[in-house]
């Protein structure tokens, strides 16, 4: 799951649990506001830009979060 709103991750994490991966590309408005930052937990994979998803292998997105953490 790809969004810039950290809440919609966090929800979606605490339906899905292990089967989802949280992905947070840190841009927009949402990316770097101090209040949503320190409220919700990190997502699993958080990037720059969405062009830094060509840096992950597949497996990043299939494989438990706590074993592909950088």
Known sequence: MIDDKLRILNAMKQVWGERVTSVFPRQG???HDPQILADCPPADIQLD???DLTNYALTAFVTPASETKR
Do not use: E, G, T
Request: hydrophobic share 35%.
């Open 29 to 31: 408005h949402y990316a």
């Open 49 to 51: 830009h969405l062009r």
